[in-house]
């Protein structure tokens, strides 16, 4: 006949508690961890989408725009969601002066509670209310308010400067043809001077039923529309007057 010894297993004691040196090790990594929780991505990409947006409302205030409309497209590195979490996001970009539009990369950093760095590109489009040519603009033309009008246009594909009023170009003059329905930038236009300072002009007096000329000397250069200084050569008075035409200025009896 044989024998089996047989052991009895131990069952644990449910309230036994880990050594004192065991509890210690546990709470320091808990301590060691408890600032790198995964980043959530879509927190880190809601915090870049306010700083792009931050960025564009204070770049169209500098061009006197108010509102504008715009898309935001945000393309994360892989890999972003295991980065600790961030106290402070730093995010910048390189050229800071150049517009917050089209292709941009941004580099994100972080130094507590732990240290870290990454990138970030966004395509950013923006619409802007811009001044184009109403019809195709022939070379020396000078601009007059028919000639022009105003369009909403995404701007990050234009690459010079951008016109938000006619009024300031009315009386430039055309350098190089401009397409109709492009934009009227600076760049393609130079000042027309239709009253030359010095040269003699035609002074044309304007009220409801009465209308007289005289003879005139300008004391100032003049674009169309413009209120310049002109001196009478009968009376020798100066006066001032709008440029109207070439060599033309009307004033109003009442107002000198």
Same mark, same amino acid.
């Given at each position: 006949?044989?024998?089996?010894?047989?052991?009895?297993?131990?069952?644990?004691n449910a309230e036994e508690k880990l050594p004192l040196r065991k509890q210690v090790l546990s709470l320091l990594l808990l301590l060691t961890f408890?600032?790198?929780?995964?980043?959530?991505?879509?927190?880190?990409?809601?915090?870049l989408r306010q700083h792009i947006n931050r960025e564009i409302d204070h770049f169209t205030r500098q061009l006197?725009?108010?509102d504008s409309k715009r898309n935001i497209e945000l393309f994360l590195p892989r890999g972003i969601e295991k980065m600790s979490q961030c106290d402070k996001l730093q995010i910048s970009r390189r050229q800071q002066a150049e517009p917050p539009w089209g292709r941009i990369s941004y580099s994100l950093s972080c130094s507590t509670p732990a240290s870290w760095q990454s990138r970030a590109t966004a395509r950013i489009s923006v619409w802007l209310d811009l001044v184009i040519a109403q019809?195709? /603009?022939?070379?020396?033309?000078?601009?007059?308010?028919?000639?022009?009008?105003?369009?909403? /246009?995404?701007?990050?594909?234009?690459?010079?400067?951008?016109?938000?009023?006619?009024?300031?170009?009315?009386g430039m003059k055309v350098r190089r043809r401009i397409a109709a329905g492009q934009p009227v930038a600076r760049h393609l236009l130079q000042n027309a001077y239709l009253v030359t300072n010095g040269n003699h002009v035609t002074i044309r007096v304007q009220q409801q039923d009465f209308q007289a000329t005289a003879r005139g000397v300008a004391l100032a250069d003049g674009q169309l529309g413009e209120r310049i200084k002109v001196q009478n050569l009968t009376s020798g008075k100066i006066i001032e007057g709008t440029v109207v035409g070439e060599n033309l200025i009307e004033t109003d009896s009442k107002r000198n």
């Open positions: 006949m044989c024998y089996m010894k047989s052991r009895l297993k131990r069952t644990p408890a600032g790198s929780i995964p980043v959530h991505a879509n927190e880190l990409e809601q915090q006197g725009v108010k019809r195709t /603009l022939e070379r020396e033309e000078v601009l007059a308010e028919d000639m022009l009008a105003i369009k909403t /246009l995404e701007v990050s594909q234009i690459n010079h400067g951008l016109e938000f009023q006619t009024a300031p170009l009315i």
